[in-house]
């Protein structure tokens, strides 16, 4: 399933990164090391 992320001006500075999961429109907050797990799943 392709995932869109998303890395803002606002994001890095909270040390968030955001993943759009277009299949299920849902977003995920996660930190910048958790973002490799998180996509491998």
Do not use: M, N, S
């Not at 890095?12 to 930190?31: H, Q, S």
Request: aromatic share 0%; charged share 35%.
């Amino acid at each position: 399933v392709p995932k869109h992320i998303v890395i803002g001006g606002r994001g890095l500075k909270e040390g968030v990164v955001e993943i759009k999961d277009r299949a299920t429109k849902e977003t995920l907050k996660v930190a910048p090391a958790d973002v490799l797990k998180t996509l491998r799943g």
